[in-house]
């Protein structure tokens, strides 16, 4: 029969054993090789920023290069990270990747990056100004024959002067409206959609300084001659004409003065645009051109 162990025994043992393990030195902890923290916790994001901008600049493949760039743009939707690509030095090689890049879907990629680290962040686009980003926009903008890369090209621009004057002044003193408005001379309807919608935008800017120059500088630069020259053709795509119409709205809600020596064309082209577009619904485009009569 096994032998009964005793309470007194017991705390004995208890009482021995725990001051064995008191006199037993510390166990120093062995160094944790840094690439674990790596694997376990993932890079900082500035060292992921820089090494997405690294694969872009290297030899590795087109994919590998847009898998880098559609990293990058997700890590700057953080306005943190948006506003670390100053002081990582990252914005003169985000617009010289634009600027060399012979890839149209690289150029595409890094004005998206731009637009989305730009757009309602205040420091990141004056951060993008300083680093001369306005005026490569814009010479982009004119140079580049590649309508897709000419529209993200727009999608950054306009996140990078709406809602920030400062940028827009610039924007306006580098003849940004003539820039915009030849570009649209070649006819793309996404871009010209893209480019009215924008202008439409800054008449609804806050700053009463930003309107009064978009009213003028449209003015300036016969956009209310093209306007009424796209909705004088014989084919019309819906979605244009409503983009038409509510920029036209919105100006004339600003200055009914701005539009008076185009009133009688416009009204002129009423009819024939729900004549052009009697296959559409034009539900919203009747509703628009009421809206519109009754300012002009």
């Not at 890079?43 to 820089?50: E, G, L, V, Y």
């Not at 990058?72 to 060399?100: G, R």
């Not at 915009?180 to 001379?185: E, F, G, K």
């Not at 019309?236 to 038409?244: F, N, Y």
Request: overall charge negative; some cysteine.
């Amino acid at each position: 029969m096994a032998q009964r162990i005793t309470p007194t025994q017991l705390l004995a043992w208890a009482v021995e054993n725990r001051t064995e393990e008191a006199e037993r030195p510390a166990r120093q902890p062995e160094p944790i090789d840094p690439k674990w923290i790596e694997i376990i916790l993932g890079k900082p994001d500035a060292a992921r920023m820089k090494d997405c901008i690294e694969v872009v600049k290297s030899d590795a493949s087109l994919g590998a290069k847009l898998v880098a760039l559609d990293e990058l743009e997700m890590l700057v939707e953080s306005i943190d990270n948006a506003n670390d690509l100053q002081p990582l030095k990252l914005w003169p090689e985000l617009l010289n990747i634009l600027l060399t890049s012979k890839e149209p879907e690289i150029r595409v990629n890094v004005a998206w990056v731009i637009g989305t680290a730009v757009q309602n962040n205040d420091r990141a686009q004056q951060d993008f100004a300083r680093a001369g980003g306005l005026s490569i926009i814009l010479n982009s903008l004119l140079k580049d024959t590649d309508s897709t890369v000419r529209i993200k090209l727009l999608y950054s621009l306009s996140a990078a002067i709406r809602v920030c004057p400062t940028n827009f002044n610039e924007f306006t003193e580098n003849d940004g409206f003539k820039t915009i408005v030849s570009v649209c001379q070649d006819g793309n309807e996404q871009l010209i959609k893209r480019s009215l919608f924008l202008f439409d935008a800054l008449m609804h800017e806050e700053d009463e300084n930003t309107i009064q120059k978009t009213n003028a500088k449209m003015m300036e630069n016969a956009v209310f001659d093209m306007i009424v020259e796209i909705l004088s053709k014989h084919e019309l795509d819906l979605e244009l004409v409503e983009q038409c119409l509510k920029l036209l709205i919105s100006v004339a809600q600003y200055s009914k003065e701005t539009l008076e020596m185009w009133a009688d064309m416009l009204k002129a082209q009423f009819d024939h645009i729900i004549a052009v577009l009697a296959n559409d619904d034009v539900t919203e485009v009747k509703s628009l051109i009421s809206q519109l009569q009754k300012l002009i």
